[in-house]
């Protein structure tokens, strides 16, 4: 599931948001990507329910409508996953498909069976997507929401 936030629908929203807009190293590293002051476009929730199924892969531009095509009239855009609480494998962890975002094929999903990987290493706590720790990834790059195998001990935490 994917929701949009308000800024100001919660206090942590908004802590969130000016831990993100004053990271210092995030801000460079942007500047470095994008040119001076890049803008933010949309700040998404992403949830996986427990039992879902993994997503199939995709960009989340269109591969023929993009930089790629069009170098000139369009400019690259990224996405920054953060998670909010340490993620599995077993819990949906993004999963990545690298050097996906420099091919214009309309469909990429067998190389990304072959090529993919998850952002976290295991299910065992210390291999875990740390919360906090953010990927970027331009949004040329074929990944996709993990498959959510809930443990039979695992409380839903909704």
């Not at 077993?90 to 690298?98: I, Q, S």
Request: hydrophobic share 35%; net charge negative; glycine share 10%.
């Amino acid at each position: 599931w994917s929701f949009g936030i308000d800024a100001n629908e919660h206090p942590s929203v908004a802590l969130a948001l000016n831990q993100i807009g004053s990271h210092t190293l995030l801000h460079q590293t942007l500047e470095k990507l994008l040119g001076p002051d890049p803008a933010v476009a949309e700040i998404t929730a992403i949830t996986v329910a427990p039992g879902a199924q993994p997503q199939g892969w995709h960009p989340d531009v269109k591969p023929l409508g993009n930089s790629l095509k069009y170098a000139q009239t369009f400019t690259h855009s990224y996405s920054l996953f953060i998670p909010l609480q340490n993620v599995t494998k077993r819990m949906g962890a993004t999963e990545l498909c690298p050097g996906t975002h420099f091919c214009g094929e309309e469909t990429l999903t067998d190389v990304c069976i072959q090529g993919g990987f998850q952002a976290s290493k295991s299910n065992k706590p210390e291999d875990a997507w740390k919360v906090g720790d953010g990927l970027i990834m331009n949004q040329k790059m074929w990944h996709r929401g993990g498959a959510y195998y809930p443990s039979p001990k695992q409380e839903n935490p909704y």
